[in-house]
């Protein structure tokens, strides 16, 4: 369990699948994560999407708890031990806690878990250009933007942009942005 100034990240459980179920038939929050096109997902298909992510022993997904409360779900994905990289995601699916520095204490102990925990030199992600609440939480983090596919989704009736942003464990520990991180 990683505990954070606003957040804890944990194991994600069986309690949780109900809620997420209801993030990811979101259909907002789905288009703005950038993922598949939006389609209706039973509680099954989701519980069954986590338990195959569950088996992935190099990755790692956590559930965001806030105020005893399950607020969404962030994790580690697409290890390349060889190249020290990652990719990490964050969705908070409960409106309520969006634009509060949620987002940027969860993505904190995140990285801090990357690269201190799981020794990644480099944790990438991609995202939308429109979605400037994410791009904005990311930079506090120390995100950099490496580069832009352009028109390279179809999202909302439009392609969109997609930014990629990375960040170097070395430059992640040389910035005060790791205050809550204990690092
Ligand atoms: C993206 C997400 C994780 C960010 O977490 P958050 O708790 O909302 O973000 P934070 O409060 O930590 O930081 C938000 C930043 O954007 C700014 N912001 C807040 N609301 C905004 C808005 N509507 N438009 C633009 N910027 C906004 C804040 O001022 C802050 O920037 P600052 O640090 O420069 O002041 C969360 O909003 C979320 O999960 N959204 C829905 C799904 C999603 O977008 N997932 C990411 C897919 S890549």
Known sequence: MLVG???TLRALTDADMRRLTEF???AE???IGGGDPPRPRTLEVVREF???RAKDTEGQNFAIEADGKFIGDCGVFHPDRRGGTAEVGIGIGDRDYWGRGYGRDAMRLLVDYG????NFRRLWLSVQARNERAIRCYRSVGFVEEGRLREHVWGDGRYEDIVLMALFRSDFYATKATSSAGG
């Open 5 to 7: 100034k606003l957040v």
């Open 24 to 26: 990811r038939n979101d």
């Open 29 to 31: 929050l789905e288009l």
């Open 50 to 52: 986590f338990a195959e």
């Open 115 to 118: 690269f201190r925990l799981q």
